[in-house]
């Protein structure tokens, strides 16, 4: 079992940057991979972002593509999202989650573990 735990959100305005994070409880982190997910009010679920635990490799939603950026700190089992020119589209509640299993996916369902998740709220 992993435990994750998002912190870092809060209210910002179109046009600033926010860094949110991702913190696992135990190292090393034992995973293959994690992603960043978001619920927008009214949505579905959205992906946000993938990154593979030992190679670094990403990818990223259309919708953040060019503005958000995945990275992480294997000593610390944090994983961080840094969100630049966010607009009022982007205020969601964003949560991380963790894949045990080989395989670079986008889909919610394939992810093992998922933290309780942090409010972004971007004002215009």
């Known amino acids: 079992q992993v435990r994750l735990v998002e912190s870092g959100g809060g209210l910002v305005q179109a046009g600033d940057s926010l860094r949110i994070s991702c913190k696992a409880d135990?190292?090393?982190?034992?995973?293959?991979?994690m992603g960043w997910f978001r619920r927008a009010p009214g949505k579905e679920r959205e992906f946000v972002s993938y990154?593979?635990?030992?190679?670094?490799?990403?990818f990223y939603g259309d919708s953040v593509k060019g503005r958000f950026t995945v990275s992480k700190d294997n000593a610390k089992s944090t994983m961080y999202l840094q969100m630049n020119n966010l607009n009022v589209e982007d205020t969601a509640v964003y949560s991380c989650a963790a894949r045990r299993s080989r395989g670079a996916t986008w889909q919610e369902n394939e992810y093992e573990y998922w933290g309780q998740g942090i409010q972004v709220t971007v004002s215009s």
């Open positions: 990154i593979s635990w030992s190679e670094g490799l990403s």
């Open positions: 135990r190292s090393p982190l034992g995973v293959f991979a």
